[in-house]
């Protein structure tokens, strides 16, 4: 059972350069999110879905872009990278929008 | 706004010293309580979580935490630390009627061997 698996580990990017970051869920969660991870800052959402086809803004969403075309997958774009995205993002999914979330190891991107 | 605050930025302490790390809430309604932890280079673990009955909830590695609603807090706390106890650990609170889990920024937690 692999849980919530995120790829690519690690990437640097050039700023204006585009990527899109893969999240995957076996555990057939309705929920997903995508935070960013920055030092002395917690957990920030960036967007969030709660079903197939749907998704929503979180706390810090401008910059980025996401998708949810199958309930397994989550992901998340940057079309045009700017140095303040340098960060650690993370995917998570849940069964409901109030149980436990489970996460992936995490995308450490660096824009340069 | 909804926030939810964390006392301490870093916390040093002994092997087999007691831990009590600090998390209180602003939100007054109903809520759902977590902490997770972050081992060094891993992804976050459910550490416990309070959603309803007993106010003391225990978790895995002998941790356990304390919801007083009064005080709008949910303090984690271990007995007895150990190395591999150094983690940064995070509170976070989902309130009933939103889908965010609002994180503290967390506690980077060193235990000296």
């Known amino acids: 059972n692999a849980g919530v698996t995120q790829t690519p580990k690690f990437r640097v990017l050039k700023t204006g350069q585009s990527m899109t970051l893969l999240c995957a869920q076996d555990m057939n969660h309705e929920y997903m999110y995508w935070y960013r991870q920055d030092p002395g800052m917690g957990l920030r959402l960036i967007h969030y879905?709660?079903?197939?086809?749907?998704?929503a803004k979180g706390e810090v969403p401008d910059g980025y872009n996401v998708s949810r075309l199958k309930k397994q997958n989550f992901l998340l774009g940057l079309e045009s990278a700017a140095p303040s995205q340098t960060s650690v993002y993370f995917c998570?999914?849940?069964?409901?929008?109030?149980?436990?979330?489970?996460f992936g190891q995490g995308t450490r991107l660096t824009v340069v | 706004a909804q926030s939810v605050s964390q006392h301490n930025h870093h916390v040093i302490l002994s092997e087999a010293a007691s831990l009590e790390l600090g998390c209180n809430y602003s939100?007054?309604?109903?809520?759902?309580l977590f902490w997770y932890v972050q081992y060094p280079g891993q992804h976050l673990q459910l550490l416990l979580k309070y959603f309803s009955g007993d106010p003391l909830v225990k978790g895995i590695k002998g941790f356990e935490a304390e919801f007083i609603k009064s005080k709008f807090s949910f303090n984690l706390r271990k007995p007895s630390v150990q190395w591999s106890d150094t983690a940064e650990y995070f509170c976070a609170v989902i309130r009933d009627s939103n889908y965010q889990l609002i994180w503290g920024a967390g506690t980077k937690l060193i235990i000296k061997p």
């Open positions: 998570a999914s849940s069964y409901t929008g109030s149980t436990e979330a489970f």
């Open positions: 879905s709660v079903g197939e086809g749907t998704t």
């Open positions: 939100y007054g309604g109903t809520v759902n």
